[in-house]
């Protein structure tokens, strides 16, 4: 006699777990405690077998039949629904693991002994910020370019060019790492190149007041802290990262070398990074010297002198000096890359000697082994060379063409 409906609700628990059957092996199991589970009896390469097919009510008698039905059509073609059941719930289990947000959060991890803490939190930031409420619960494998398009187009609209571009890289990465770890089979982000508005970049000869040189000279006049003179001359003569610099410490610096080491756990890219001094960039850190050769930091902090000057101090200098939206920290790096580019045939320089100077990854992977003093002969002499070339700008023996960004 087959189950109904009311049956099934008003079937009450008794002492003893006890089934009501529905047939074809279906029945359902009355607990105790109240519970009702939905169970189905079948036999398989001669071996009697049960399978869970769900808990009343959240599984209806309708539905309880409905999966009975496909059950019997498995075994029909000689499957067994237990292991399908099992094989189910296996790639269930692995697709939770292998969603666009797993995966990502792997790679972070993964790469956290190349990189800052700084980067590392950063990177993770914009994802959690522009991919992860689009992206981050998709199995990875099933997203498509047209999904990723639409999350970087979102970002697109906020204005926000520049993280748009970022975001689309960074997932990139992620699903490149998916490839190598046989998460997904392909790299949407390829698909897309060319796809998104590039934002306009700032050219450093569109500085106001002169340009490259008259910023040179307002650094000079400028003010403020002898401290804060001495960073932006340092940041014009090593064009290291504004982190880099205003966090170093006396014991990085040899000035008798003329050297300055940066330890890798300050680098952007966790590798140690050497720095020639030129005879200027010496004359300046000699300066400092006299204010804080007694402290940990070049550049302490004025509330805490145990701890670094802030970062910011930087872009607050700039701005007083009436160069807010015109320059940055960064600004002084790209100059430097752009304009020894410029020179590096009439001065001899070889594009990677300009390159390792800057402390750009090495994207040759027969070349990976990154070594800091590669090139000390060449990258001493190009400082000096740019550190007379930056006083002979200052002095308006040289001048550079003022070429407006489009």
């Not at 089934?19 to 001669?46: F, T």
């Not at 008698?61 to 019997?72: G, I």
């Not at 970062?311 to 700039?318: E, H, S």
């Not at 020894?340 to 045939?345: A, F, T």
């Amino acid at each position: 006699m087959k189950l109904s409906d009311p049956a099934v609700r008003k079937a009450k628990p008794e002492a003893k777990p006890y089934k009501m059957a529905d047939g074809g092996g279906l029945y359902l199991l009355v607990q105790p405690h109240g519970g009702k589970w939905w169970r189905l009896k079948y036999r398989y390469a001669g071996k009697e077998k049960m399978l869970s097919i769900g808990v009343y009510p959240d599984v209806s008698l309708s539905d309880a039949r409905e999966r009975r039905e496909d059950a019997r059509k498995l075994l029909a073609n000689g499957g067994d629904p237990g292991a399908a059941k099992q094989t189910k719930k296996r790639q269930t289990k692995i697709a939770a693991a292998n969603t666009f947000e797993a995966v990502a959060r792997e790679w972070v991890e993964n790469r956290a002994n190349d990189w800052t803490e700084g980067h590392k939190a950063l990177t993770l930031r914009t994802l959690e910020q522009d991919a992860f409420p689009s992206l981050g619960r998709r199995p990875i494998a099933e997203i498509t370019p047209a999904e990723l398009l639409d999350t970087a187009r979102a970002i697109e609209k906020r204005g926000a060019l520049e993280i748009a571009s970022r975001v689309l890289q960074r997932c990139s990465s992620v699903f490149r790492y998916g490839i190598a770890t046989s998460r997904c089979n392909s790299n949407p982000a390829t698909e897309l190149r060319g796809a998104l508005k590039s934002p306009k970049r700032a050219h450093y000869t569109t500085i106001e007041k002169g340009g490259f040189p008259q910023l040179l000279r307002d650094i000079d006049g400028y003010q403020g802290s002898p401290f804060t003179t001495y960073a932006l001359q340092l940041m014009a003569l090593t064009f290291t990262r504004t982190s880099e610099l205003i966090e170093a410490e006396w014991r990085e610096i040899d000035l008798d070398k003329a050297e300055w080491l940066i330890p890798a756990e300050r680098m952007k890219m966790r590798r140690p990074h050497l720095v020639p001094l030129s005879q200027q960039a010496v004359a300046v850190f000699r300066e400092a010297a006299k204010l804080s050769g007694d402290r940990q930091h070049v550049f302490p902090n004025r509330n805490d002198p145990a701890k670094p000057a802030s970062k910011a101090v930087i872009l607050r200098a700039l701005g007083r000096m009436g160069y807010t939206g015109k320059m940055t920290g960064h600004g002084f790096r790209s100059a430097a890359s752009t304009m020894l580019n410029e020179h590096k045939s009439k001065w001899g320089i070889h594009r990677d000697v300009i390159e390792l100077q800057l402390a750009h990854v090495e994207k040759n992977a027969s070349r990976a082994a990154y070594n800091f003093a590669e090139y000390l002969d060449e990258r001493r002499a190009m400082m000096q060379q740019w550190a007379d070339y930056l006083d002979k700008l200052k002095a308006g023996a040289e001048v550079i063409p003022i070429n407006k960004a489009a």
